[in-house]
């Protein structure tokens, strides 16, 4: 590490993090919320019979030894007076654990599963209304990804990140984690000088020993305390919004997410305030798994959205909408991921619309029709369910297409038969009546019934709302809007696929990110290398700066060997670690050279995060050999 080099970027650091400090907190919950009895099958907890409901944690980043250290100290409120804590744990090293007075609470560590960890039972005192259990996780924690210099935009400093969801916070904190107990939480967090941390909280301010100490106010469920910490600089959006990302990109990052402030003050005319108060983005380095995470206050983002024409902006509207559909109102078990994901893909759609008008709403809409069709292909019945059956599986299983893109077409079904007016209002009442709580789809079909269906029994027939949700594959009423934006894709792909056209004379002209997509999905199954060489050298793939693109002419390169974008490509796998692009990528490796793809996989795979590993080891074959 660099301190030195770093200290003049840290102090401006240091003052973004002080201007984070709320003037005044984001509105509270209305009440606490109300314990539900829900089963939670990946959760060892009884929360029923004792259950936390606050944590501070106070921890120490030691990136030499690739560990988090210090103590979480949990509230609970125990309506079963007799019984013991129950809390999740995966691989934490746990040294002790006392209670209110201080004095050591026996505990038992149960045997450790590889999909939920183990549980650690606590016996309490009667009086015990706390309990702090000082531990430490491992190198190998699976929430945690400890990156080199290298593996930053900057190259200068090392990096740390967590990723909680689905059941992954249990690596880090021993908590109840499931996102039926929801928590508020409080971190005094010491990172070595020089380097910044952020979490997901509502306030952050700058200690006189240089820790930093970070509030969350309002209950969230266990999968969304994160934190991340690096050579970080921050740029202001809005007075409420900004960009937290590596100092030699956050100037170009807060150009290209701009449109953020006027995408929160859209979402909150559809849908109702937002109710967190800041809403900062943070640009992580290209190894995170996902393309976002909607830790609330505090997106954390693949810097493959930064296209520098803002055609992936997409992926804040779907990160900010969580900020309703997800962090407010969350699934309360893993089966009810659709509610999470469905409602937020409907929703970013229409922050999507307001900020960019409908042609664009309309293109990404149809894309994402088409992706899942695609998808639907190579799904079981059983995983093409909206309400998902995961008993004895992994959750994330059920992480998928389905719940994202069926979960919205359902949704705007509604829409269509009820009229906009109608199921917006629904919707905001949705959000309203159940800020802060955990919910189930049960209790969801309750509301639509008594909300909306039933007042208009007529329409109401129109939507076959068991199908919907309990059903396999895709109801014919699925609504799709064409997109003429599309449509003139089509037109140039079927002049192409006719052999009348080479690449250089079709009419491309003006054409985005979507419609590129299109094009390259489009294309005849067979292309000659004569044909691949022609389409790159026209349109410049390979040399392509954005990751989407990247991403399926790689996919095509691969199946049609074509070798010339073999170099780009294995620099590609070694700096991205989303795992969006890397299954499909993969997949095409190992059907065209299981071998190849074996080898490459065995090198890159100590740079992905464990969320990647576990479908990419699947895929290839490989988790033995790797590492
Ligand atoms: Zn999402």
Redesign the pocket.
């Known amino acids: 590490m660099r301190h030195a080099l770093l200290s003049p970027l840290l102090s401006l650091a240091v003052s973004a993090l002080a201007s984070c400090t709320l003037a005044s907190p984001p509105s509270q919950p209305a009440s606490p919320t109300p314990p539900r009895n829900v089963l939670d099958e990946h959760s060892h907890a009884e929360p029923k019979r004792a259950r936390v409901v606050h944590v501070d944690l106070d921890l120490n980043l030691d990136f030499a030894a690739k560990r988090i250290a210090g103590y979480a100290e949990l509230r609970i409120e125990r309506p079963d007076p007799e019984a013991p804590l129950i809390l999740d744990v995966k691989g934490l090293e746990i040294e002790l654990i006392t209670g209110s007075d201080g004095g050591i609470r026996p505990f038992q560590l149960g045997e450790e599963h590889d999909n939920l960890g183990g549980s650690l039972t606590i016996r309490l005192k009667p009086d015990d209304e706390l309990v702090r259990i000082h531990y430490s996780t491992v190198p190998t924690s699976e929430a945690l990804q400890w990156l080199s210099p290298e593996q930053t935009a900057g190259g200068k400093a090392p990096f740390l990140f967590s990723q909680g969801q689905s059941v992954l916070t249990r690596s880090w904190i021993p908590l109840q984690d499931s996102p039926g107990v929801r928590v508020t939480y409080t971190a005094r967090v010491q990172a070595p000088d020089g380097l910044v941390p952020v979490m997901s909280a509502d306030s952050s301010e700058r200690l006189e020993d240089g820790s930093s100490m970070f509030r969350m106010t309002s209950p969230i469920p266990p999968y969304l305390i994160a934190i991340a910490c690096g050579d970080l600089e921050f740029e202001a959006i809005s007075e409420r919004c900004g960009v937290w990302a590596d100092p030699s990109i956050v100037a170009s990052a807060a150009k290209e997410l701009e449109d953020t402030e006027s995408m929160i003050a859209n979402a909150e005319k559809l849908f109702g305030p937002y109710r967190w108060g800041r809403y900062d983005l943070l640009i992580l380095p290209p190894a995170f798994p996902f393309g976002?995470m909607?830790n609330p206050c505090m997106t954390f983002a693949t810097p493959t959205i930064l296209a520098g024409d803002k055609s992936l902006v997409s992926l804040v509207a779907?990160?900010l909408?969580?900020s309703w559909s997800?962090n407010l109102v969350t699934n309360a078990t893993w089966s009810d991921f659709w509610l999470?994901?469905g409602s937020?893909?409907y929703f970013e759609a229409r922050i999507m619309e307001e900020v960019f008008g409908a042609e664009r709403a309309i293109m990404e809409n149809q894309l994402s029709f088409n992706g899942l069709k695609r998808e639907l292909e190579g799904t079981s019945e059983r995983d093409s369910i909206l309400h998902i059956d995961l008993k004895g599986r992994h959750p994330d299983d059920g992480f998928s297409g389905i719940p994202?893109n069926k979960g919205a077409l359902f949704l705007r079904r509604l829409e269509e038969v009820f009229g906009r007016a109608d199921f917006d209002r629904f919707l905001r009442a949705w959000f309203d009546g159940h800020a802060f709580q955990s919910v189930t789809t049960a209790e969801f079909v309750s509301f639509l019934g008594t909300e909306l269906l039933a007042p208009k029994p007529e329409l109401a027939a129109q939507v076959d709302v068991e199908k919907w949700i309990y059903g396999s594959g895709l109801p014919d009423t699925a609504p799709v809007v064409p997109s003429s934006a599309l449509a003139q894709v089509d037109a140039e792909l079927k002049t192409y696929s006719s052999g009348k056209s080479a690449a250089g004379e079709l009419n491309t002209d003006g054409w985005v990110t979507g419609q590129w997509l299109h094009f390259l999905e489009g294309l005849p199954a067979e292309l000659s290398m004569e044909a691949m060489s022609d389409l790159d050298a026209t349109f410049g793939f390979t040399g392509n700066g954005n990751s989407e693109i990247l991403c399926v002419w790689f996919r095509l390169s691969v199946k049609h060997g074509y070798a010339a974008a073999d170099e780009k490509l294995e620099a590609f796998l070694a700096r991205v670690g989303r795992a969006k692009f890397l299954i499909p990528l993969y997949t095409a490796l190992v059907k065209v050279s299981p071998e190849r793809a074996r080898e490459l996989y065995a090198r890159m795979r100590p740079r992905y995060h464990a969320v990647a590993h576990a479908n990419l080891d699947r895929i290839v074959g490989a988790s033995e050999s790797a590492e």
Request: charged share 25%.
């Open positions: 976002g909607e779907h990160e909408a969580h997800g999470n994901e937020t893909v994202y």
